[in-house]
């Protein structure tokens, strides 16, 4: 099909609140030859759209804009359908259902390097394609590159039940660690049914001084000082915060997409989805996960403009 001049995508023109943001019709992509158009069926909401709406901290200036942004399209994570592919890819071909990341995911289109997508999980919906990308890879890049997670270590996964620790769960248990997660009381079963052998409630109890020990110590919502967590690390152990060894969106790739492809289509790793708003609630969506209690992902649906 022919791709149109204009789309419609979720942009801001000053940092600030929530109420900043706009649907608005701008210039839809052109790809390269090494590039390929994806048409967003749908996205996800993360840290780092909050942080670019915010402007803050201030490095996120850098790629978003100095003193304001102009017509910046939020967004990161996504799933969609290849609608058009450059001369020099070889991996896809329209019509081929696709996940992964790129900037300005929340549009009718985007376009990104072929090795930053990977052909959709054949047991997820788009909806949930497009939660995995960040959270999931986050919590792959802490627990198995930085940390250097083994079989039978326990591991203690610190916001067990938000985005990046949903993920952090499921796979320290798929790499057959001995996980305890810690959320608050209303998340308590879900965690359990990710894969936590146990669970703990901070309103309730304070795991520094539970005498226990751990081989490996995960923040994955970056609450926990390195001082506290280290009270609990056995002598060799590793403390890791998500936003310090967890890379960041920029450093996916298409082998970790893929790692997590095979878990998840081997039933090993699920999404977790807290809600789901259409793109004309993007406002309230936004407001939701600015709040910083969402358990797991939130999605937003692009298919009523499609």
């Given at each position: 099909m022919s791709i149109p001049k204009l789309m419609k995508a979720i942009v801001i023109n000053a940092y600030g609140s929530p109420d900043a943001i706009e649907i608005k019709e701008v210039a839809a992509p052109t790809i390269k030859d090494n590039e390929v158009l994806?048409?967003?069926?749908?996205?996800?909401?993360?840290?780092?759209?909050?942080?670019?709406?915010?402007?803050?901290?201030?490095?996120?200036?850098?790629?978003?804009?100095?003193?304001?942004?102009?017509d910046y399209i939020l967004g990161w994570d996504m799933a969609?359908?290849?609608?058009?592919?450059?001369?020099?890819?070889?991996?896809?071909?329209?019509?081929?259902?696709?996940?992964g990341s790129c900037s300005g995911s929340l549009a009718e289109y985007?376009?990104?390097?072929?090795?930053?997508?990977?052909?959709?999980?054949?047991?997820?919906?788009?909806?949930?394609?497009a939660a995995v990308p960040t959270a999931a890879v986050s919590a792959l890049m802490g627990l198995r590159d930085a940390g250097k997670l083994q079989?039978?270590?326990?591991?203690?996964?610190?916001?067990?039940?938000?985005?990046?620790?949903?993920f952090a769960v499921q796979i320290?248990?798929?790499?057959?660690?001995?996980?305890?997660?810690?959320?608050?009381?209303?998340?308590?079963?879900?965690?359990?049914?990710?894969?936590?052998?146990?669970?703990?409630?901070?309103?309730?109890?304070?795991?520094?001084?539970?005498g226990e020990t751990y081989d490996v110590i995960f923040d994955a919502v970056d609450k926990l000082s390195s001082s506290r967590g280290k009270k609990v690390l056995k002598r060799s152990g590793t403390y890791l915060n998500v936003g310090r060894d967890s890379g960041s969106g920029?450093?996916?790739?298409?082998?970790?997409?893929?790692?997590?492809?095979?878990?998840?289509?081997?039933?090993?790793?699920?999404?977790?989805?807290?809600?789901?708003?259409?793109?004309?609630?993007?406002?309230?969506?936004?407001?939701?996960?600015?709040?910083?209690?969402k358990k797991g992902n939130v999605v937003i649906t692009m298919d009523k403009l499609l």
């Open positions: 994806v048409r967003v069926h749908a996205a996800s909401l993360n840290a780092g759209d909050v942080f670019a709406l915010r402007g803050s901290p201030w490095l996120i200036r850098l790629s978003v804009g100095l003193r304001r942004p102009k969609g359908r290849v609608e058009a592919v450059g001369s020099q890819v070889t991996r896809f071909k329209p019509g081929d259902e696709v996940f985007v376009h990104t390097a072929e090795d930053k997508l990977a052909p959709k999980p054949a047991n997820l919906t788009f909806e949930q394609a079989p039978g270590q326990k591991v203690l996964i610190n916001g067990a039940s938000g985005g990046v620790g949903t320290a248990a798929a790499f057959g660690a001995e996980v305890t997660g810690v959320c608050s009381t209303s998340n308590l079963e879900m965690v359990r049914s990710l894969g936590a052998e146990k669970v703990i409630d901070y309103t309730r109890e304070d795991f520094t001084r539970s920029n450093d996916l790739g298409v082998e970790d997409l893929t790692f997590l492809k095979e878990l998840i289509e081997a039933g090993m790793l699920r999404a977790v989805i807290d809600r789901r708003y259409p793109m004309e609630q993007i406002v309230e969506a936004h407001r939701y996960v600015e709040q910083g209690h």
